[in-house]
């Protein structure tokens, strides 16, 4: 029987997660995008929390027009900028199941 679309992003994600995962010193960058809006956390695996959050629902993003591209640079260029205050310089990007291409606004958000 063929698998749904939802179950196999599901089994892909999970193949995924047991080879990325994320550290207080490396946290693990996932990028969700909805239609409307774009979302990024860096996750520590280990103690299973959340650092930083940072989405274009932000407040300091709530005024900003443009694109939904631009807005994701604006939301990749805002958690960058938290995360070098935390001192967090390098992560590890977690696609979280979807297409094996990262594509256009995933990429603008996470080439910071």
């Given at each position: 029987m063929a698998l749904t679309k939802s179950e196999r992003r599901l089994r892909i994600r999970r193949r995924i997660r047991k080879v990325v995962t994320g550290t207080a010193a490396k946290p693990r960058l996932s990028v969700f995008r909805s239609n409307?809006?774009?979302?990024?956390?860096?996750?520590?695996?280990?103690?299973?929390?959340?650092?930083?959050?940072?989405?274009?629902?932000?407040?300091?993003l709530e005024s900003a027009t443009g694109t939904k591209s631009d807005k994701s640079f604006q939301?990749?260029?805002?958690?960058?900028?938290?995360?070098?205050e935390k001192g967090i310089t390098e992560?590890?990007?977690?696609r979280g199941g979807y297409c094996e291409q990262i594509h256009g606004l995933q990429l603008e958000s996470a080439s910071l």
């Open positions: 409307k809006e774009i979302y990024a956390q860096l996750i520590d695996d280990v103690k299973q929390e959340t650092l930083l959050s940072f989405s274009s629902r932000n407040k300091e939301v990749g260029q805002g958690l960058a900028k938290l995360a070098i992560v590890c990007f977690d």
